[in-house]
């Protein structure tokens, strides 16, 4: 039997009182007073590229800029993921396709 027979089956002159759910008052969290919010500090780590112990926000922006390195944006690591091994082959192509006219660059002429 299919959903159409059923529908017919159903009784619809019966009134069904459903009573809305009242919500909860729920208080604010934010204060009366805007206040600025705090940031901790960085716990202390070992940098990946140089080795040395940093310790804190200043010493992290500054060990940044002394490497080079940057900050992953948001969902960045999620595209490298996703499509790193197919960047990766178009790379190692190109490169290849490079050395191979180079080379018959140097050979053939």
Not at 88 to 98: G, Q
């Amino acid at each position: 039997m299919g959903y159409k027979e059923n529908l017919k089956l159903i009784d619809w002159s019966v009134k069904i009182d459903i009573q809305a759910k009242e919500r909860e008052n729920i208080p604010s969290r934010r204060a009366d007073f805007p206040t600025p919010m705090v940031l901790g500090d960085y716990e202390a780590y070992d940098c990946p590229v140089t080795g040395k112990m940093i310790e804190g926000r200043a010493a992290h922006n500054e060990n940044l800029k002394r490497t080079g390195c940057r900050l992953n944006e948001p969902g960045e690591f999620a595209d490298v993921k996703k499509n790193g091994k197919k960047n990766a082959e178009a790379k190692m192509d190109a490169s290849i396709d490079r050395a191979v006219d180079e080379i018959a660059r140097d050979y053939l002429v």
